[in-house]
């Protein structure tokens, strides 16, 4: 059998994709000006040219460009930011002790390499035994993660230094703030650790929040995962995927619609009583899909013409068949454990970097702790949601997404604690540890900021089709970025702390 089916992304929802892409980039790029001044345009020279990378070499590839390679992007460009953020952020510190510009730039790009290569290595583990061990969609999402990777490396350390000392050298001054954000997130000093016990309650309800609606709501799976029945229907015009899809989610509640040949021919498949068979269901359906495209059908067509085809066989149901789940056990079973695999060797990788399993401890439970709230909001509100919720293969290309950010941003404080406890010897663990988070603030809530701003630009412009997907990755990002300070770092200090644990 061979079939000729259209995208999932309508032409429409393509178009106002790249459109609320450009928009988010705009944004950032003129974010990372207003906060850093001069260095803010080599750093948007770097991000731009980091784009441009990684789209040729998918080019170059010949990679198909799915859902899931849109999240690996979208997590690419947090990455990018987040590179020279760090960059700036130590050079800032370096100019604050007084040296002189080459010397603070130097100094700048040698303190913050250590981050980065842990952060961006632990991410790259986990995208390899993805890529490795996945299938499907987990690796599309590998590759376009491991090609970001790579290219956010050489942008950031090589094509921003180079920009950077190319003016430096000349004795022209670089800023590295504006006179709106000089001040701004200096001498910070907030105790996160004493609001330890508040976040650990305010975590557990949500968590037993989460578990409890899983195991009574579940999740509203996708076709991908339950299957479905699909139809083939003809119309005399040219119509619209999304529009329809729209219109029928009324009366089937899960639908999904894509061109199949020609264009006014769409493909319907729906999960509706899915695991109900008969006649009966079969003609609800039919009685359904009849009453839901009236606006699109000629005037005049019967019910009877619509089912079995108009007379001319040129408007109507075409054919229909019961589709089995697209994602197959096997393909579950090895994305679970290419998930566990990758999250097994980014525990090692953290205890062999640092030495300590409390590291590895704080970091893993963190990304436990974001996907168990993800999914349990997703089962909590996928019922009044005004948007798609489904569980499909894009829904895990979210969630990698969640678990590679998270990552990213725990590996970045704690390679600050970790610095900070070999500079300071003599002060106690808390005050070090508060010192540190206090120092990767201003960091944090930059790249966590121009991620969000990629991610809610997508979603308000982006299209219906792609909401639910785009839902899931903002949420990741608030709770992934609260929890590198509030769940994985007091994990660490409570389980290494002896006064912590005897209390």
Avoid at 165 to 191: E, P
């Amino acid at each position: 059998q061979s079939e000729i089916v259209g995208p999932s992304l309508g032409k429409e929802a393509i178009q106002s994709g790249i459109y609320s892409f450009g928009i988010a980039l705009i944004i950032v790029l003129l974010w990372m000006i207003f906060y850093y001044g001069s260095s803010g345009i080599f750093a948007d020279v770097a991000l731009v040219l980091n784009i441009l990378l990684i789209f040729g070499i998918l080019a170059g590839l010949g990679a198909v460009l799915t859902l899931p390679g849109i999240a690996g992007i979208v997590l690419t460009i947090g990455i990018s930011v987040d590179a020279n953020v760090l960059i700036f952020e130590r050079i800032r510190e370096e100019l604050k002790k007084g040296k002189g510009q080459l010397k603070a730039v130097a100094d700048g790009f040698d303190n913050a390499l250590s981050s980065i290569l842990d952060a961006n290595i632990t991410t790259g583990l986990t995208a390899l035994i993805l890529f490795v061990f996945g299938t499907g969609p987990i690796k599309g999402f590998a590759t376009t993660l491991l090609i970001g990777i790579a290219t956010s490396l050489f942008t950031a350390i090589f094509i921003t230094r180079l920009l950077i000392d190319s003016r430096s050298v000349k004795g022209k001054l670089v800023s590295f703030a504006t006179s709106a954000t000089k001040s701004l997130f200096q001498n910070m000093t907030i105790t996160f650790l004493e609001k330890r016990k508040t976040a650990y309650l305010v975590s557990g309800v949500l968590i037993v929040a989460s578990l409890v609606s899983l195991t009574i709501n579940g999740l509203n799976q996708g076709v991908d995962f339950v299957g479905g029945r699909s139809y083939t229907v003809r119309f005399d015009k040219i119509v619209n995927p999304t529009e329809v899809e729209s219109v029928l989610v009324g009366a089937f509640g899960s639908v999904e619609a894509k061109t199949f040949g020609d264009d006014n021919q769409l493909k319907i498949t729906t999960k509706y009583k899915v695991d109900e068979e008969g006649t009966a269901i079969d003609l609800e359906i039919y009685e359904k899909l009849y009453a839901g495209l009236q606006a699109y059908l000629p005037a005049g067509i019967s019910y009877n013409g619509f089912v079995n085809g108009s007379d001319s066989k040129t408007v109507g149901i075409m054919s229909s068949i019961k589709v089995g789940p697209t994602i197959a056990d096997d393909i579950k079973k090895n994305s679970y454990l290419a998930v566990f695999g990758s999250l097994i060797v980014v525990f090692l990788y953290i205890l062999l970097r640092f030495r300590k399993w409390q590291f590895s401890l704080g970091a893993v439970a963190a990304v436990f702790h974001d996907v168990l709230i993800v999914l349990g909001i997703f089962s909590l509100t996928y019922s009044i949601m005004p948007f798609s919720m489904e569980i499909n293969q894009a829904f895990i290309a979210a969630i990698l997404t969640v678990i590679g950010y998270s990552l990213n941003d725990t590996v970045v404080v704690f390679d600050r604690i970790r610095e900070f406890t070999n500079d300071h010897t003599k002060w106690e663990l808390n005050t070090t540890v508060n010192a540190a988070l206090n120092s990767t603030l201003s960091r944090t809530l930059n790249t966590s900021l121009t991620t969000l701003l990629v991610l809610l630009a997508i979603f308000i412009f982006g299209g219906e089709s792609i909401r639910g997907f785009m839902f899931a990755l903002i949420v990741g990002v608030i709770v992934g970025t609260y929890s590198s300070v509030f769940i994985a770092t007091p994990v660490m200090f409570d389980t290494q702390n002896k006064k912590a644990i005897e209390e």
